[in-house]
């Protein structure tokens, strides 16, 4: 049985879980609790079949709430930043502090997994916005 899936005692088949939601113990245990909990932070699950995955580079999810459509998709970096670990682990897509702010003389757009050098002669010094994440301000830069 695929992970995502639910076996129905019952009816002897298997139940999809919804988007954003999967059985963990149903990869391992074919014969477990049966009940769909939404994907963990770090992950996202878009599919009606298989397990939660890590959100890919340029993106996070830190929601933790139990609400399925939370966890349905990944959110991407603002521009300016990016995030280049490519879904190896849950704790480099879990926060939006994962996206990292791009150096001076580098840009990027959203979602990004690396900042790109400006062009010769061009240069990041003007700030492409500055906003306030928590307690701090963050200015982003872009040629």
């Known amino acids: 049985m695929a ?3 639910l076996k129905s005692f019952t009816k002897g ?16 245990d074919p014969l477990s609790s049966a009940t769909c909990e939404s994907c963990t932070i770090g992950k996202f699950r878009s599919a009606a079949v298989g397990p939660c995955t890590v959100c890919a580079a340029g993106t996070y999810n830190d929601n933790d709430d139990s609400d399925a459509s939370l966890h349905s998709e990944c959110i991407a970096c603002a521009a300016g930043k990016h995030l280049s670990d490519d879904g190896t682990a849950t704790s480099f897509h879990d926060s939006e502090d994962d996206c990292i702010v791009c150096t001076a003389g580098k840009y990027s757009d959203s979602a990004a997994h690396l900042c790109i050098d400006c062009a010769p002669g061009e240069s990041a010094q003007k700030a492409l916005r500055s906003y306030r994440t928590g307690k701090r301000n963050i200015l982003l830069y872009h040629c």
């Open 13 to 28: 088949s298997c139940t999809i879980c919804p988007i954003g939601k999967e059985d963990p113990d149903a990869w391992y």
């Open 3 to 5: 992970n995502g899936h």
